[in-house]
């Protein structure tokens, strides 16, 4: 059912423009907000991956008498007598491949090359492990080794995330402010476009808090269009993201996906959207009349 209106906006250009604009506010702070979830999300993935986990090295050393298995065995030994230490894994030549075939290619000739030897070590939950004391108790025994403590690169990371998550806020804040200067503007060039009807409802004893509900409702029912259609431009935008990362799935790079409270947090921009539309074209009407009267 068509609501009626006293002023005759479907004569009135802000009709045409106004969906569009919100429409596109709407999308932009919706793509924005599920970007800055997602990752947040792949940050925290990242987090629980690697969080006490550390990666020993033992590379080849022609300076020591012993072969690089002895070694090996030797690190294996020292780390089994540590009560801080969960598991320990000899990462074979399927792994080292498969860690060096993004940057060398499928086909290595492992054997011809002298590549260190890899072990993954696992600490216990909540334990923490005193790296250069670890280091200097290996070098002791094997040698040169290398350790490379996860932690340390994560962190720089989660402080990359945490800054492009606040950007996307400081822009969704942004989409929102200039959202409703588009609406104080359309509902003002709307007032001059009517002000003969204006004029005539008041003489006829119209207040101006009937004018503006009128003005009210007809930029609600706007919003709402353009709310619906950035809706659906950012989940079918958000949909092709998020077949193009599950086509490339790794487990670095998990697919792009969202927590069930992420998909209602989103929900919330175009209510706040319409809300503030609604508002907005109220206080301006009722503003506005009041100057002109």
């Given at each position: ?8 906006f ?21 793509l ?43 690190a ?6 540590m ?29 011809d090359?002298?590549l ?19 280091q ?30 606040h ?19 359309a ?23 009937y004018?503006a ?37 790794t ?43």
């Amino acid at each position: 059912m068509t609501r009626r209106y006293d002023l005759p906006f479907e004569q009135d250009s802000t009709s045409r423009f106004v969906p569009w604009i919100l429409s596109l506010m709407v999308f932009l702070s919706l793509l924005s907000l599920a970007l800055g979830m997602s990752l947040k999300n792949l940050t925290d993935h990242w987090q629980h991956a690697l969080s006490g986990k550390v990666t020993l090295e033992i590379p080849y050393d022609h300076t020591i008498d012993q072969s690089l298995d002895q070694r090996v065995s030797a690190a294996i030994d020292t780390l089994h007598t540590m009560s801080d230490i969960a598991s320990v894994t000899i990462l074979g030549d399927t792994d080292t491949q498969r860690l060096l075939e993004p940057f060398l290619g499928s086909d290595l000739p492992l054997a011809d090359l002298p590549l260190p030897q890899l072990i993954a070590i696992e600490l216990k939950a909540g334990a923490t492990l005193n790296l250069q004391a670890l280091q200097k108790t290996l070098e002791e025994s094997v040698g040169t080794v290398k350790i490379d403590d996860h932690g340390y690169w994560i962190k720089d990371i989660q402080h990359l995330s945490s800054t492009i998550e606040h950007l996307c806020l400081f822009l969704i804040l942004l989409i929102l402010g200039i959202s409703m200067i588009v609406i104080v503007y359309a509902t003002r060039m709307g007032l001059a476009i009517h002000f003969n009807v204006i004029e005539l409802l008041h003489i006829m004893g119209a207040p101006d808090t009937y004018i503006a509900r009128q003005f009210q409702r007809h930029m609600t029912s706007t919003s709402v269009k353009g709310a619906i259609i950035g809706c659906v431009g950012a989940l079918l935008c958000f949909a092709l993201l998020a077949i193009l990362t599950h086509s490339a799935y790794t487990d670095f790079i998990p697919s792009l996906s969202l927590h069930l409270t992420q998909i209602l947090l989103l929900c919330i921009i175009p209510i706040i959207v319409v809300a503030l539309t609604s508002i907005s074209a109220y206080i301006t009407v009722v503003k506005t009349l009041r100057t002109l009267s």
